[in-house]
């Protein structure tokens, strides 16, 4: 068998941290808000609120949407005979984010991941500068219609506030996750999975698919194997930290102060929002050079997470799993009764035991088991080396 590549494993390992801690908030806080408002009140609670933002949401997904991509050429391996096993694969993907999105989590990623991952069909034997157009016309197309709807939105509350006012309805899953029975959850979870796989289709869509391309691009020239290319990833981390991190701290702390008002305003919470899904491209990829590096030069510091980056598919439902027993009222039932540190702490420690527990798996299988289940669905070839 060949030898996996380490950095995509790990940057996978590290990409379901900051998946689990954007996720959280909406698991054990409120369904569909997440933290804001009263979540926010605080210094403390504040201060784990601005973290959350500035450094985690927006940025993993696309972390993760870009490994997809990175993946799916070693999937491909420039054999058209290998599109059948990728449609296959991704029908399986959408299998398992039902099941997901149904009894779980209505923020699931895997069911857009296979569905948006049928659109790569197109792209799969285009060339490089192909793609590269692709990627950049994406980004920029979904980068204004997000600022338009942006400024809208500023716009209609400052001159037209009582037509953009709505009142807020609490979703019915909020009631159901303090008191109702496990059933009971499925069909209002339907209801916000319904209504974030739409806007996470307008609003985000875009973005993942550009860093699909993106991935796919940069896996025809094994971007992420070793040796790198050490002036280009400092280039990457420069640009990542200088550029992006200020405005993503400058939107965190805008969001958490607007939060804290006692009347905020709900067009600047969503403009900032969309400000830091525009940018977080940059930060993501200082991500990616920081790995890349302390892989190189410090494997021992991150080789850790690797486990958890081969079993991806089993420690992402898992967090689903054991956040559902932690919040639900058919487990711990602590949904509504933490705090927002609380929250974002306990996402730390839920990754933590899922790494050791992919360390401790590993050491006795070859595959986690939801990898296990997918290859025999698509009839993965185990010889074959997968990032």
């Known amino acids: 068998m060949m030898q996996r590549d380490l950095t995509p494993d790990v940057l996978r390992g590290f990409a379901l941290l900051g998946i689990l801690v954007v996720n959280i908030q909406f698991m ?11 979540w926010l009140s605080g210094a403390v609670n504040g201060s784990a609120g601005f973290i959350m933002a500035a450094l985690f949401a927006g940025k993993f997904y696309l972390l993760f949407s870009f490994l997809f991509g990175y993946s799916s050429a070693y999937i491909i391996k420039d054999e058209r005979g290998n599109r059948g096993r990728w449609i296959k694969r991704c029908f399986a993907l959408m299998f398992f984010g039902a099941l997901h999105f149904t009894f779980l989590w209505h923020g699931d990623i895997i ?9 790569l069909l197109a792209f799969f034997f285009r060339s490089d500068r192909t793609l590269k157009i692709w990627t950049r016309v994406i980004y920029i197309v979904s980068s204004v219609f997000i600022t338009l709807i942006g400024i809208l939105l500023l716009i209609g509350e400052r001159f037209f506030p009582q037509e953009t006012s709505a009142e ?3 979703p019915r899953l909020n009631e159901v996750l303090r008191n109702g029975a496990f059933l009971d959850a499925i069909g209002p979870r339907l209801e916000l999975w319904v209504f974030g796989l739409i806007s996470g289709i307008f609003l985000q869509g875009g973005l993942a698919f550009a860093a699909f391309l993106l991935g796919l691009r940069l896996a025809r020239s094994k971007f992420l194997s070793l040796p790198m290319d050490r002036a280009q990833n400092s280039k990457m981390i420069k640009r990542g930290f ?10 965190a702390f805008t969001v958490v102060r607007n939060e804290q008002r006692t009347d905020p305003s709900e067009a600047i919470y969503l403009f900032c929002l969309f400000v830091a899904f525009i940018s977080a491209p940059l930060l993501s990829m200082a991500y990616v050079g920081v790995i890349r590096k302390l892989v190189e030069d410090k494997a021992g510091l991150v080789a850790w997470m690797k486990p958890a980056g081969q079993m991806s598919l089993t420690v992402y439902i898992s967090q689903s799993i054991i956040t559902s027993l932690i919040f639900g009222p058919w487990g ?10 609380s929250v974002f702490t306990l996402a730390l420690v839920i990754w933590l035991f899922l790494v050791a527990f992919s360390n401790l798996w590993l050491k006795r299988f070859s595959k986690g088991p939801l990898e296990k ?9 185990s010889k074959r080396q997968k990032a």
């Open 111 to 119: 069911f857009l991941y296979g569905l948006l991952g049928l659109l």
């Open 168 to 170: 807020v309805f609490e």
């Open 242 to 251: 200088l550029l992006g991190l200020p405005i993503q701290l400058i939107s």
């Open 332 to 341: 711990l039932g602590l949904f509504a009764e933490l705090e927002t540190w």
């Open 373 to 381: 289940l997918l290859g025999l669905l698509t009839g993965r070839n």
């Open 28 to 38: 054990g806080l409120h369904s569909e808000e997440g933290a804001r408002g009263e």
